[in-house]
């Protein structure tokens, strides 16, 4: 076993008493620390025979003062020194008064005097038990917990208990403990109750999958064949089939999928005829099948879509002129797309960087406004709303806000109470369109209003199923009779713009070619490429870059004007590694949110909608101050809004200091940072180095491997979205 010395508190330099064990049990003293999603910690422990342990895996779920039974192995870091890897995990009591003591710290308004005096007064192998037989007499005795904080303190309590229990029956089923918390929040009381009767109905959380939800019902003894097996697992494949964006899957590949998902010899085809009988599925002519819900929502765009081409224009003009003169000349193609916005209900302004689109809907904006018109502006992300008000100058919004979600669930905008006020709504980074946000917004577009749609196609797929604007944009100028989306694609680089040397780049990169960053006399010099060999040579190059040299030089506030892209989570050059060094540099005292992984100080990103708290994915933010008495966080928004978050809240926030590319679509910053890595090959596309370059502001490096740049621009994206909307959009009906 070769020496190690680490670098933790203990200054361990040996080895532990068994370097080969792959058991040992412990209690927890502390979190060093923890990705905020809830998966990856480190933790400070002590072995049962007396050791310090640093633990590391996937326990976000553990908590101080808790005893766990882990299995996994040792290993020498080369810079924190011995560390035990955790693979598997369970959650044991805690048992001596330390652990004991630092568990009933966890449970609100008890604190470290009232868990101390009830470990005194009851013994740490008797409290736990006493305060179960009790909660309200046990816990009214503690100090500070008066009439008014008993109620919360005792439902903190029955809360961690069914938790305890609900890991315990999970574990005992071989469930990773890691899905414990998230299925109690989800179910909540009499969840070990329910889980024993429907053990698929956990394949409806977001994170937690078929193959978990398998692994309970197996040990619960539910054959293979079982029919909820069998649908529970053509479902999981569809929903899989929709994060990787597709609508539908043909029936032959749902086959595959499904079928490697069940094992064994099953039949997925009467599954899935089954299902159809349900009405959970839906199967067409064509033998291609979609989940229910989702078929519903195409077929309703496509609905709007046809609504929309069908309809005659409802703006009538007058003395309608081409600016000649002034700041702005448009040019033929800018002006067509001008024109076919008034003329058309429904048309499409598409084009690269430096082709004119924002120049050509403040055109437009000025032209509605001289003819008191109205227009209204949105755009997916917050960012993306704000940088259109200002290339636009009027108030823009995002999608969500300009549908207004109500609290009780659902957007009260609809076609019973259309958007109001608006002759012409232009939503820009149209690319990011999923069908589940285009059918919302269009079902809300009144019947005198038209609609613009803007954006960049060459840009990576939406998050979420479907390519809306591409499928759209596939019925230009169609000569067989059926429907045509009136489109502008702008394709010429105005001069002023040619100078930037990250349009130049964008543009190369679009066309499979290495961008040189060669920049002649009169150029911007905003592009710059840094070859690097190896993850670590690019990791120290990339957080040098947006900790200090950035802001160093350009002025910039490293934390809100800097922003590192990558293709992956995982890995050297993961954001999750990004994160952690970047943060350790830029809020290294920003004080813990106990139980979150998350500090004061922290640039966060919201990384699914959150309706509730008017959150909605790829918004980012800082969190400002912690009410530790309230339990509830301060997030401070890129929009300026400021958001009062429960603790429970921030489940869903992100460190955000290194993000992924798709995370940045409808986002910009003024300097972007990219890490390119052979590495990341399975990620590395055209699409993809193209979208980041072009979410730069002011300044775009790229810093990594030339082989795996050449790689990636010379990569399309070749997966083949399975949607239906050109083809439900574009037929009319007999006789139509």
Request: charge should be negative; proline fraction near 5%.
């Amino acid at each position: 076993m070769p020496d190690c010395v680490s670098m933790t508190e203990r200054a361990q330099d040996a080895s532990p008493r068994d370097p080969a064990a792959r058991e040992l049990v412990a209690e927890v003293m502390g979190v060093r620390w923890s990705v905020p999603d809830g998966d990856f910690a480190v933790l400070d422990a002590v072995s049962d025979d007396g050791e310090p342990v640093v633990l590391v895996g996937a326990l976000g779920h553990v908590r101080e003062g808790e005893s766990v039974a882990a299995g996994g192995g040792w290993r020498c870091h080369p810079r924190h020194g011995w560390q035990f890897s955790v693979e598997r995990v369970r959650i044991l009591e805690p048992v001596s008064d330390t652990a004991v003591a630092s568990y009933l710290e966890s449970v609100k308004h008890i604190g470290p005097r009232g868990a101390t005096l009830l470990v005194d007064r009851y013994g740490a192998g008797e409290v736990l038990a006493a305060i179960d037989r009790d909660p309200e007499g046990v816990l009214r005795g503690v100090p500070g917990i008066g009439a008014r904080r008993l109620g919360a303190a005792v439902q903190s309590w029955r809360d961690q208990r069914e938790l305890r229990e609900l890991r315990l029956f999970l574990d005992t089923h071989g469930v990773d403990a890691a899905s414990a918390g998230r299925i109690a929040r989800h179910f909540g009381a009499g969840s070990i109750a329910r889980l024993q009767r429907e053990p698929y109905a956990i394949c409806e959380l977001d994170g937690i999958g078929f193959a978990t939800a398998d692994a309970l019902a197996r040990a619960l003894d539910t054959p293979l064949n079982a029919p909820d097996r069998l649908a529970a697992g053509v479902l999981h494949a569809l929903n899989q089939a929709q994060a990787d964006g597709h609508c539908h899957l043909p029936r032959a590949e749902l086959l595959v999928r499904a079928s490697r998902l069940l094992g064994g010899e099953v039949d997925v085809d009467e599954a899935i005829d089954a299902l159809a009988a349900r009405g959970r599925v839906v199967v067409d002519d064509a033998g291609r099948v979609s989940e229910a819900r989702l078929h519903a929502v195409e077929q309703r765009l496509a609905g709007h879509v046809r609504r929309l081409l069908d309809d005659e224009p409802a703006l009538a003009l007058r003395d309608v002129k081409r600016p000649a003169r002034g700041a702005f000349v448009p040019s033929d193609d800018q002006w067509r797309g001008v024109t076919q916005a008034l003329e058309h209900r429904l048309s499409i302004l598409t084009g690269g960087p430096g082709t004119g689109k924002s120049a050509t809907m403040r055109t437009l904006v000025d032209l509605l406004k001289a003819h008191r018109k109205s227009a209204r502006l949105c755009a997916p992300t917050g960012k993306a709303a704000r940088r259109l008000s200002e290339l636009t100058g009027v108030d823009a919004t995002t999608i969500h806000r300009l549908l207004e979600w109500a609290p009780d669930g659902g957007f009260t905008r609809d076609g019973a109470n259309p958007i109001d006020g608006c002759d012409v709504l232009i939503v820009d980074e149209a690319s990011m369109l999923s069908v589940h946000l285009a059918e919302a917004l269009l079902a809300a577009v009144g019947p005198r209003t038209h609609v613009l749609l803007v954006g960049d196609v060459d840009q990576l797929a939406p998050v979420g199923p479907g390519r809306v604007l591409e499928d759209l944009l596939e019925l230009e100028g169609r000569a067989d009779g059926g429907r045509v989306v009136p489109a502008t694609r702008l394709t010429e680089v105005f001069r002023q713009a040619a100078r930037s040397l990250i349009v130049r780049a964008a543009h190369a990169i679009n066309a499979g070619e290495v961008p040189d960053g060669a920049a002649r006399a009169d150029d911007v010099r905003d592009f710059f490429l840094i070859a690097r060999e190896g993850p670590r040579a690019i990791f120290d190059e990339v957080c040098e870059l947006a900790a200090t040299r950035l802001a160093s030089h350009y002025e910039f506030d490293p934390a809100a004007d800097v922003q590192v892209l990558a293709p992956m989570h995982k890995g050297p050059l993961g954001i999750d590694a990004l994160n952690a060094e970047l943060r350790a540099r830029l809020n290294p005292d920003g004080a813990p949110i106990a139980g979150t992984g998350l500090r004061v100080g922290d640039k966060v990103m919201q990384t699914r909608n959150s309706y509730e708290h008017d959150l909605f994915n790829g918004e980012r933010g800082v969190l400002l101050h912690h009410d530790d008495e309230r339990d509830r966080v301060l997030f401070g928004g890129e929009d300026g809004r400021r958001v009062s978050l429960p603790l429970d809240a921030l489940d869903t926030l992100r460190l955000a200091y290194a993000a992924t590319v798709h995370k940045a679509q409808g986002s910009q910053a003024r300097a972007i940072v990219v890490p390119v890595f052979r590495g990341h090959q399975i990620m590395l596309t055209r699409n993809l180095v193209y979208t980041a370059v072009t979410r730069a502001q002011e300044v775009c490096v790229v810093v990594g491997e030339p082989a795996a740049l050449a790689l990636a621009v010379g990569r399309t994206d070749a997966r083949r979205r399975h949607t239906r909307l050109s083809e439900l959009v574009a037929v009319r009906p007999r006789g139509g």
